[in-house]
């Protein structure tokens, strides 16, 4: 597998042309390639960014949940959101690089990402290629922010490994790769977190993949937050129901 990462332009907030500043870099695709591209710059591109100024920000927190816990007592957040199906700080709002705005999570992740990948198409020409909007977040008992996948297109999410023999010749049978956020968090070492102006990477040779225009595997990756193997321990009554409707 090969990584080839691009530098775009700064986009400004509140919008932007990304789709004019993907074509003035130097991308080059072929077929077969899998496309990271940040969240960030597929909402300036989509306008979905508001001023700082005279806003409520855990307002806008709650707005953009789907689930939400206020714990006052916390030493150190004190909000935390499930929003798009992710476990998340802030509903995914983000302020580093908005330029006085705050940014959004797209409104609908997977239509970006599908409408992203037939642009490509027909931008580059090329017919298989999958797309993967790509986000950063921490995870339970670790430092540090890692990429996962916050949407995807053409592309099958999971690799089932379920009935397959081990090296012993044991059945397997629960285990699944999850092979999208794999991929996002390999482009998330291009990517960085701050300054480094490489929102959109390009992964190449990338193997046990399935390419597919609708993936039914969608839905087996994203898990409702009662049905997680760690709901005994995250989830309790204390987490209340944010105003974004349930799909978003």
Not at 24 to 40: F, P, R, T, Y
Not at 168 to 195: C, K, Q, T, W, Y
């Amino acid at each position: 597998m090969h990584l080839h990462p691009y530098r775009l332009r700064v986009l400004t907030p509140p919008k932007d042309n990304l789709r004019a500043a993907i074509r003035a870099s130097k991308l080059a695709l072929h077929e077969g390639d899998i496309v990271a591209i940040s969240s960030k710059v597929i909402s300036i591109g989509e306008g979905s960014c508001a001023p700082i100024a005279g806003r409520d920000k855990k307002e806008l927190i709650i707005k953009e949940a789907q689930w939400y816990r206020y714990m006052p007592r916390a030493p150190h957040k004190k909000l935390f959101t499930i929003a798009r199906g992710v476990i998340t700080g802030s509903s995914g709002i983000d302020e580093s690089n908005g330029n006085g705005h705050y940014i959004f999570y797209p409104k609908n992740p997977f239509k970006s990402a599908r409408q992203l990948r037939l642009w490509l198409q027909k931008t580059y020409g090329v017919k298989q290629i999958a797309v993967i909007i790509t986000d950063s977040k921490s995870d339970l008992l670790r430092r540090g922010a890692v990429s996962f996948a916050l949407s995807w297109d053409g592309i099958d999410p999971l690799r089932d490994y379920r009935g397959k023999p081990d090296l012993f010749g044991r059945p397997i049978r629960i285990e699944m790769a999850n092979l999208i956020d794999a991929l996002a968090a390999s482009a998330g070492l291009h990517m960085g977190e701050v300054a480094e102006q490489t929102p959109l990477v390009v992964l190449r040779n990338v193997p046990n993949i399935v390419f597919k225009n609708r993936s039914p595997k969608r839905d087996w990756l994203m898990v409702r937050p009662d049905e997680d193997m760690f709901a005994p321990v995250l989830f309790r009554p204390r987490w209340k129901r944010g105003r974004a409707k349930k799909n978003s």
